[in-house]
């Protein structure tokens, strides 16, 4: 059974860091394309970053280009998603997303592509 589970959420101020972690199981994680999204209250789920299966490519969102950084460790099996210089627009829950699918910035922005969810973690960054 393919699991995935996300940690590391919280309330932090705006300004502040926070890193999430994803961690994978049940599944050959090298395998995988990863993502992160997210889901403000009242609004659509939308794409934060992904990363290719080796790590080697990566992609974000426009929304948090040059202050988050999506990284992945293929022995641990986990993901992570170090958030800085939060904004009190990145409250959301936040969750980790597994594609089969070979990396390519045309499809990884989409949910389409994705086989497993986690649950998710929430972030609340306050003014």
């Known amino acids: 059974q393919v699991q995935l589970g996300e940690s590391g959420g919280g309330l932090v101020q705006a300004g502040d860091s926070l890193r999430l972690a994803c961690a994978a199981s049940g599944l050959s994680f090298s395998r995988y394309s990863m993502g992160w999204f997210r889901r403000a209250p009242g609004k659509e789920r939308e794409f934060v970053a992904a990363i290719s299966r080796s790590g080697s490519l990566t992609y974000y969102s426009d929304s948090v280009k040059g202050r988050f950084t999506i990284s992945r460790d293929n022995v641990k099996n986990t993901v992570s998603l170090q958030m800085s210089s939060l904004k009190p627009e990145d409250t959301a829950a936040y969750y980790c997303?597994?594609?089969?699918?070979?990396?390519?910035?045309?499809?990884?922005?989409?949910?389409?592509?994705?086989?497993?969810w986690g649950q998710g973690t929430q972030v609340s960054v306050s003014s």
């Open positions: 997303a597994a594609s089969s699918r070979m990396f390519a910035v045309a499809t990884m922005t989409s949910e389409r592509p994705y086989d497993y």
